[in-house]
Every structure is written in C-alpha cells, then in structure tokens.
C-alpha cells in the first residue's frame, strides 16, 4: 500500500544534500519496505511515498537457515513490485539494502543474486554493525534536543540494533540476535500464546545475548535513549504516554502482563496491526529486558529508522 506523508527528517551536520529522490528498497526479516524520499536543499527529506509488505523471511531463517523456494519466490515478487512503484518517481535512483534474514540464510547470496538478475536491482547486504549505525542516523533526530549523546534500539524481526553516537561521531554500534520474529520462533508454542513461562525464558535470552553490550553502552552514558520500528511504535499506541511519543519502563511492563497469556486474536482485537498480532508479546518482554540491562527508565519512539538513514547517507554521498 503506497502513502503520502509530510513528516521529514533532516540531513545531519557537514552533509550537504544533492536536491535528489531516493527511493531505498528495504528487505527486512519480518517485512519489506519501500520509502521514496526527495532531499532538498534546505537539508530535509520530504518522502513521497512510503510501502511495505509483509513476507517474513526471518521464520524460515531462523528455523533452518535458508530461505525455501516458495518463499523465495514470493519475496522476489514483492521486490519487483516494490521496485516497480520506486521507478514511478521521475529522477529517483533506487538503493536497495538486505539484513538479518538475508544475512543468516545460507542461500541468501541465492536470492540477492536473482533480485538482480530478476528485478535489476543490485541490493548492499548490510553487515549488524553498518545496518545499527545507519538506522541510528536515520532515528536520532527525535532524541531532545538537548542531548548531546544518543542511544538508539532498534528492535527489528531477526535482530537489536543497538548503536551510540555523539552527533555525526560513532562511539558504538552492534547487532544482537534478539529480534521478535526470532524470539517467537524460539520461545512461543504454535498457539502464539505468550505465557508466563515463555515470557521468563524471553528475557532471560535477552540477559544472556545482551548483558555485555548493555555495559557498554551504560560507559558511554547517552543522555537519550530512542527506540526505533513497528514493534516500538506498536508499543507507544498502547501506551498511556503514547501522544507524548515516549514511552517508560512502567508502560512497558504493563504492556507486557496484559499481553502475557493472550492469543493472537485477542491481541488484534486491542488494535494491534494483524501484522504484529504473534510478534508483538515477545517484542515488548525484549524491549523491557532492554530498558532494564541499559537503565532506560523512559525512551523516545522515532518514526524514523534504516531508510531514513539510508537516504540521508546517499544524500551525503551525492556531493
């Protein structure tokens, strides 16, 4: 489904932007996006289109390590199609980037290989650290303006990126295996019935995989914490500080005991996008566990991420 939006993001300091439409392809473990956006000379995106499909490359990866045929070939025909309304836009130079999903499965080069033969399109297998730091840039703009230094978690269906920065200066960026389409995969019965058990187990993987990288991100003490896509933007709509665009510890510890033992019907039926329906419980126990390791008793939730920073890192490329 394509929309327009009148939200922008603006271009970060010593980057000055080429006054050009960038359409980034975005093939996700959980959903493929497409965000065309045209920078201009005033430093800002405006986007013009925004897309996004559903395809979940990330269960099968994550269950056996490849991406089947059948999936294989469903997802080829939504990059073509993706691909297609990109090269609508007049002038618009298609980027397309791949991550965790792609990434893990062992056939991965496979498919990006007949996307280009297919499609045309020539897709940039982002490593975890590069695909942390570029969803940084793109997400930092909604931390307050008074921070100086920033924390970004990006809780996406195979991976957390987790990255820290001081302006336009990398201090930190990693990914770690903690994404909600995995965590569901490993943790949640074919029910989809999130209990109290799965919940422990949950976070008990996040303490496991993260304990580290929390500690480095507590030495580097950001003033900000943000959180960036669907599974955190789902979150603030439940939220009681949802207007706000934050959301604190509390919220999300009420989230996930409301959601704790509900099935994916039920959870739809709170207003929940059925996307997110089976993905949103084991989301919310990995954002909480996050909040606790890192001692983020409140977050800022950007509606901006991976795209919006690819788009402002070819901006700084074009000049």
Do not use: Y
Not at 4 to 30: C, F, M, Q
Not at 51 to 67: D, F, N, W, Y
Not at 289 to 307: F, Y
């Amino acid at each position: 489904m394509m929309s327009g939006t009148s939200e922008a993001v603006r271009v970060g300091a010593g980057a000055r932007p080429g006054g050009r439409r960038i359409a980034v392809l975005d093939l996700g473990s959980n959903s493929f996006h497409l965000l065309v956006g045209e920078v201009g000379a005033d430093g800002e995106i405006r986007v013009l289109a925004d897309a996004k499909e559903m395809v979940r490359l990330g269960s099968s990866a994550v269950r056996t390590g490849r991406i089947p045929d059948a999936e294989g070939s469903r997802a080829l025909a939504v990059v073509r199609s993706l691909a297609d309304a990109a090269r609508e836009f007049a002038g618009a130079r298609v980027v397309a980037v791949a991550t965790s999903a792609v990434r893990e499965a062992e056939n991965g080069p496979d498919f990006l290989r007949l996307v280009r033969e297919q499609v045309g399109v020539n897709v940039e297998l982002l490593s975890g650290e590069v695909e942390a730091w570029i969803t940084h840039v793109g997400a930092r703009r909604s931390a307050p303006a008074a921070a100086r230094r920033v924390a970004t978690i990006d809780v996406g269906g195979g991976s957390v990126d987790v990255a820290v920065g001081e302006g336009d200066r990398k201090l930190l960026a990693m990914s770690l295996p903690l994404g909600c389409l995995r965590m569901r995969e490993r943790f949640v019965p074919f029910s989809g019935r999130m209990g109290r058990e799965e919940v422990d187990a949950i976070g008990g993987c996040v303490r496991e995989h993260a304990a580290d990288a929390a500690n480095d991100v507590r030495r580097l003490a950001p003033d900000a914490f943000v959180l960036s896509a669907g599974t955190a933007r789902a979150l603030r709509a439940l939220s009681a500080r949802g207007a706000l665009g934050k959301l604190d510890f509390d919220d999300v510890d009420r989230i996930v005991s409301v959601l704790c033992d509900r099935s994916p019907a039920q959870i739809q039926a709170m207003g929940v996008c059925p996307d997110r329906k089976d993905t949103l419980g084991p989301g919310a126990v990995v954002v909480l566990g996050l909040m606790s390791l890192l001692g983020a008793r409140e977050a800022t939730v950007s509606p901006h991420g991976l795209r919006e920073g690819v788009i402002l890192r070819e901006a700084a490329r074009s000049v």
